[in-house]
Structures are given as structure tokens and as C-alpha cells.
């Protein structure tokens, strides 16, 4: 599984995509929605994963980019925020089961990882 | 405060409401970077016991990303202390300083929302003003979420002080032209504050009264 991690807390995103490596997950971290997009240019992914509250473009308005450039590729979503409004809005994007509120398990990010990759696929 | 209620509360509560937020967001990210963290402690010790030798250096490193989170949140949760007795505390005289550096660093995360950078220059001595601590903050607060929308490619507010014979100036840099926001100028007409610009140095000018006690 190819995974793209994208969250402006560099110490966070960094170390999540170290674990994930470590347990066989071929990840890759950006700090910003526009190195995001730089980075789909050149590499595929199977899923990001990615903070709602980014600068510049926010989670949502960069999954519709990422979606746009590569149908294929699921998501999950990220947030330190956990407000109703939040849920609403992240839920309406992907689904109430991937929208994770930090700090998350990694056995559960795992479980909502391989549940995205074949619940998303299946509703296409 | 109750003539602020009837006319302004609803400011207040969005302020108030907006920057707890925000400081929940922050810790959410300090408590999540300690998670992992010690998430990849415990890896790497499963690691060990399986044979891998342990790297004294990357666990000296981890240690101390966990420690500076601690830090951090713990920066957080003292400013965010500070501003929930401000809301209760009774009209004092305010030293602006400290209370721009509050409200610089409460308004951090929002700057960065906005890739704005943010900077506050110290004044070199205390200025004060009488009056109800929140409402300092309230007025900035209000002033920084709308420069930071229309920043310009500078992308930099800077926050100074200036004591005046009557009072004194909060001054935003680099700024061209008066904030419009409808709350804002109900608030400066609460505290009886007025706004100017200065066009040559691009500066918005927010005069505060001494003594803004009657508010």
C-alpha cells in the first residue's frame, strides 16, 4: 500500500509515516497541500490521509484536488478539532467511519486504512 | 458588564469561543506528536526484543521531541489560563505589553491558517491602560482576523505599542486601509477608541483612552 501523508506538524506527519514503514507501508509525508499536489505529479498513491486544517488549502478542498487528478485514490481524514461542525463537514467528504480525531491508535488508523481502501472502492 | 452584553457580547462569545478552539486544536497536535512518539518508542523496543540494536542517539532524539511537545503544551495551557480569568477579571490598569503578547500568541495558529507571520514588537517600556482586560484582547483579536484575510503579498502583520499623552496606540504594520468589520468598529465605539491609518509608514492606528473604566 502506497500512502500519502499530509499534516503541517512536520514532527507528527514525520514519525506516523516512520511507524507505518516500519509495519510495512510504503508512506510518504508532505507538510503542505501544494507540495501535495506537487508531489501526485510525479507518484502514485493508494490513499492520503490527510489533516483538515491545513494552511493555504484546507483537507477538504484538497482531497476534491487530489480526487480531480486521481479518482483512484481513497481517503481518510485528520483532525485536532473534533467539533460537531468539523465531523459534519469531514464525514459528508469520506464517510463518518474515515474522519479519525488526533491523537488516534495506530491499530486503529491501520483498520481504517485497510477499511478505506476496499469500502471506498467498493461504493465507486 | 452588562451594557457590553447587550450591545457586544455576541463579539465577545465568538472571540472567546474562536481562540478555545483554536488552543484545543493546538494541544490536539502537541498530545498527537507525543502519541507517535512514544508510539515509535514502543516500536522500536519490540524491534529490540526481536535482535534489532537500539540506536542510543535515535532514542535521545525521540526523548526529547516528546519533552519539547510537553513543552509546548504545557506554553499553551498557561496562556490559555491567562485568558480564561480574563473574561472574570474586574476593570485594573492593563499592561498592553503583556496583554499584545498574550493575544499574539493566542493568535498564532490562526495566522498560520492564513499564512500570515505574525510578529509583536515589545515595547521598551510598560503602557497601560484602565480597563477591562478582555476587551484588549477582544479588540486585537478582532483587528488580526481581519488583516490576516486581506494581508497583502507581504503576508507579515507586525503589532507595536506607542504611549500617548492620553492614553495609547496599538499600531498594525504594514496596513493601508481602516478595519471594516461591523463588530470591531462597535467595540471601538464602546471602548471609545478610535482608528486611523497612516499612509506613508502603512500603519493602522487604534487609539485606546487611559481610562476606558466608564466601559
Not at chain 2, 107 to 114: F, G, Q, V
Request: glycine content about 4%.
Amino acid at each position: 500500500m502506497r500512502v500519502l501523508l499530509v499534516d503541517d506538524e512536520e514532527q507528527l506527519v514525520s514519525t506516523l509515516a516512520e511507524r507505518l514503514q516500519i509495519r510495512g507501508i510504503d508512506a510518504r509525508w508532505v507538510t503542505s497541500s501544494m507540495a501535495a499536489l506537487e508531489l501526485v505529479e510525479t507518484e502514485t498513491f493508494d490513499l492520503a490521509i490527510l489533516d483538515v486544517k491545513l494552511p493555504k488549502m484546507n483537507g477538504l478542498e484538497l482531497k476534491k484536488r487530489l480526487h480531480t487528478l486521481h479518482p483512484e485514490m481513497k481517503f481518510l481524514f485528520l483532525t485536532g478539532h473534533g467539533s460537531e461542525d468539523d465531523f459534519k463537514i469531514g464525514a459528508a467528504e469520506t464517510g463518518a467511519d474515515f474522519y479519525l480525531v488526533k491523537p488516534v491508535k495506530i491499530e486503529s488508523l491501520l483498520e481504517k486504512m485497510n477499511e478505506a481502501i476496499q469500502r471506498q472502492g467498493e461504493s465507486e | 458588564m452588562s451594557a457590553y452584553q447587550e450591545s457586544i457580547g455576541d463579539c465577545g462569545l465568538h472571540c472567546f469561543g474562536s481562540i478555545s478552539a483554536s488552543i484545543s486544536h493546538e494541544l490536539k497536535n502537541a498530545l498527537a506528536i507525543i502519541n507517535e512518539n512514544a508510539g515509535l518508542l514502543e516500536d522500536l523496543s519490540l524491534m529490540a526484543e526481536k535482535g534489532r540494536p537500539l540506536d542510543p542517539v535515535r532514542l535521545k532524539s525521540l526523548a526529547a521531541n516528546i519533552a519539547k511537545q510537553i513543552q509546548r503544551a504545557d506554553g499553551i495551557i498557561r496562556n490559555m489560563n491567562r485568558f480564561a480569568h480574563s473574561a472574570d477579571e474586574p476593570v485594573n490598569c492593563i499592561d498592553l505589553g503583556e496583554t499584545l503578547a498574550l493575544t499574539v500568541a493566542l493568535s498564532s495558529r490562526l495566522a498560520a491558517m492564513k499564512s500570515v507571520t505574525l510578529n509583536f514588537i515589545p515595547p521598551s517600556q510598560p503602557v497601560c491602560v484602565t480597563t477591562r482586560l478582555f476587551y484588549i484582547e477582544n479588540i486585537v483579536w478582532l483587528c488580526l482576523k481581519e488583516l490576516f484575510e486581506r494581508a497583502g503579498a507581504e503576508k507579515e502583520i507586525t503589532l507595536a505599542l506607542r504611549p500617548q499623552p492620553e492614553g495609547a496606540a496599538v499600531i498594525f504594520s504594514p496596513v493601508d486601509a481602516p478595519v471594516t468589520d461591523a463588530s470591531t468598529i462597535k467595540l471601538l465605539d464602546y471602548l471609545k477608541a478610535a482608528q486611523s491609518t497612516d499612509s506613508k509608514h502603512r500603519e493602522l492606528i487604534i487609539t485606546l483612552p487611559a481610562d476606558m473604566a466608564a466601559c
